[in-house]
């Protein structure tokens, strides 16, 4: 308490002593303006009139100048298409701070030549031209920051969602209070203080408070539009880290805001010079760190809600690769959100002197993590390109509208089973480095690694034997999908190819699931072309040139038949007589069909050549049956007993 009483009493005495101080100095104002109407002071007032003049006559031109040059370049990326609609707002913004960059150095080095010029003495003229020079660069810089932010000419660059005239408007308004708050405290007040102290300071006080009252103000009249603004991004980012910290924010800003503008006006006005400065400075720099974060990670949110502009003979080719990146591509920004929000939580520690994060980072344990974590990230980023590689080299295979055609079942299953492995094979690696940069040991892990792998083969055995004699198959192009195989003695058409099991539907419809491990032979009947072969067997009293004469006659007739001949791709081959069979003549022949088509072939041949042979006659021998009574020792038969019957009486 009396450490309480005693700095009231400290203040008040600071205070009745200023106040004396500047009574004496109102009433020596006239002496003191007599004494300063000399031709001396009235031609460095001149000289810094001059350098003024020419200093914002020289802004003006050059801000002009470049507006003309590098507004073309604005101009002809709006005529891009629409899908770059966030890299051409990057664009425009980049050419907006280059230009305001351009002419507020320009400016600055024009003025600093001009001071030295007409104030080479280190004096009074030359204190307050520096002055001025501090201002200036101050205000325009913060010109340069509310326009990456409002963008009141460009629409398409400006991350608020303001209207243009209502972003010219506030821009307006905020440049009138930074600029009476700059030229007032760096440049009126220490111009006056250098002639009457007090007065300056009064000066001083004044603008902090007109400042503090704009500011206050302004404060109030934007406290709906950020509440809501708040609250809606607090919404949107549900779930999130920040959510709950704008939920807080919202209803609350404009009391913290306020509260916090006092505090400032308060130390500007009473504390002293050296703590107001590092308080000033240190919020200056705060500011400038949020901005500058709010900045980044608005189009970071942008670039992540953007579609990719991806070229178009590359979109045709890969075309999932758009899918992809917008998939991952919110994920990597949300890391980078994160990593934005420890950065600027470290810089804010760092500046209000809170912790020491430079010297930490500089340390061996700083050092480490930061180097571990920048390895872990860049492995990370690595895995993750080298995977979207693998992929759309692979889609691009799979792809039939880019030049290699339909792929079929076979390059399908190796392509899928190469996706898989490279997919395992990636995050394996991936994982292993990344242990290995944070410092862990992967020694034990790959032995580990390689017992259990160990183990699993012997535990699954005959998986592993699916898996490897699928490989070799797949390799060896054995089998494709539709094709009719019998394979493990299952005849059918092939409906599912995997790596370790394939799927046959025989004719009565029935779908078999056949391990690879349980396949000996593979008998394709659907590959490259087919043969009907068959044997015609005839009457032993037949003429076998005739024969074969009128199984080339048949064979015309297929030919000639529109429905099938397309199938037929070679000739009749007549290979002779293969059997004297018990009851007949086996002829042979055999007719080439397109693939799988033989049985169709084979149908409509034989149809045809029994409506030949019936035409001419030719016998085609089938089972007869004889029933033999017996017979006694003197070779007479005995009698056959019949009976008839006669239905037509017993029906009437």
């Known amino acids: 308490m009396k450490h309480v009483d005693g700095l009231i009493e400290s203040s008040r005495s600071a205070l009745m002593d200023w106040a004396v101080q500047v009574a004496d100095e109102f009433q020596a104002l006239g002496p003191l303006m007599t004494r300063l109407a000399t031709p001396e002071v009235g031609l460095a007032a001149l000289r810094l009139a001059g350098l003024i003049l020419a200093v914002l006559v020289i802004h003006e031109a050059l801000r002009r100048l470049t507006r003309r040059r590098l507004d073309a370049v604005i101009e002809r990326t709006a005529t891009k298409r629409s899908g770059a609609r966030p890299v051409r707002g990057l664009l425009t913004m980049g050419v907006v701070l280059l230009r305001g960059a351009l002419t507020l150095g320009l400016a600055a080095a024009v003025g600093v030549l001009i001071s030295f010029a007409v104030f080479p003495d280190a004096g009074p003229g030359g204190a307050i031209a520096t002055a001025f020079l501090r201002a200036f660069v101050t205000v325009h810089l913060i010109r340069l920051a509310l326009e990456i932010f409002l963008q009141p000419e460009h629409a398409t660059a400006r991350p608020l969602a303001l209207e243009s005239a209502r972003a010219l408007h506030w821009q307006r308004h905020i440049m009138g209070v930074v600029q009476v708050g700059a030229y007032g405290i760096l440049l009126i007040a220490p111009a006056i203080q250098m002639a009457a102290e007090g007065i300056g300071q009064l000066v001083a006080g004044l603008v902090v408070l007109a400042v503090a009252l704009s500011l206050l103000r302004m404060v109030r009249t934007l406290r709906g539009a950020v509440r809501q603004w708040l609250a809606a991004s607090a919404k949107a980012k549900q779930g999130g880290v920040l959510s709950p910290i704008l939920g807080v924010l919202a209803p609350l800003w404009h009391w913290l805001a306020g509260l916090y503008v006092l505090i400032i006006s308060a130390l500007a006005i009473a504390a002293p010079s050296s703590v107001v400065n590092e308080v000033l400075l ?176 012997f535990g699954a055995q005959k998986l592993v034997q699916d898996i490897i004699t699928g490989v070799f198959i797949q390799l060896e192009d054995a089998i494709h999908k539709e094709d009719f195989i019998t394979a493990a003695g299952i005849s059918g058409t092939v409906e599912r190819l995997s790596i370790r099991s394939l799927g046959l539907r025989d004719l009565s419809g029935t779908l078999h699931i056949v391990p690879f491990s349980s396949v000996d032979t593979v008998s394709n009947y659907t590959r490259d072309f087919g043969y009907h072969l068959a044997e015609y067997g005839v009457a032993y009293r037949e003429n076998i040139g005739e024969v074969v004469e009128h199984l080339n006659v048949a064979y015309e007739r297929l030919c000639a038949d529109e429905d099938i001949s397309g199938e037929v791709t070679g000739p009749l081959e007549v290979d002779g007589v293969t059997a004297l069979a018990d009851s007949a003549v086996n002829v042979r022949v055999r007719i080439r069909t397109t693939p799988g088509m033989q049985w169709a072939v084979g149908r409509a041949y034989n149809r045809i050549v029994k409506e030949v042979f019936d035409e001419v006659g030719i016998e085609i021998p089938f089972p007869h049956m004889t029933l033999y009574f017996g017979e006694d020792k003197q070779g007479v038969a005995p009698p056959a007993h019949i009976a008839l019957e006669d239905k037509t009486n017993q029906e009437t």
Do not use: C
């Open 282 to 457: 240190a919020s200056l720099l705060s500011i400038a760190l949020g901005l500058g974060a709010g900045f980044l990670g608005h189009w970071l949110s942008v670039l992540s809600r953007a579609r990719i502009p991806i070229p178009a003979r590359f979109g045709h080719r890969f075309a999932m690769l758009q899918v992809r990146l917008r998939t991952w591509l919110p994920r990597l920004l949300a890391v980078g959100h994160l990593l934005l929000g420890l950065a600027v939580i470290g810089g804010l520690l760092e500046i209000w002197g809170l912790a020491d994060v430079g010297q930490w980072l500089a340390s061996d344990t700083g050092q480490a993590l930061a180097g571990a974590l920048t390895g872990v990230i860049g492995i990370l980023l690595l895995a993750l390109a080298a995977w979207l590689f693998s992929v759309s080299w692979i889609e691009d295979r799979l792809n039939p509208e880019t030049g290699h055609g339909a792929p079929g079942a076979r390059e399908k299953t190796l392509l899928s089973l190469f996706r898989n492995a490279i997919a395992i094979a990636i995050i394996t690696l991936a994982g292993m480095v990344a242990l290995s940069e944070i410092g862990m040991n992967i020694g034990p892990l790959i032995a580990g690694a390689g017992v259990l792998g160990l183990a699993i083969g």
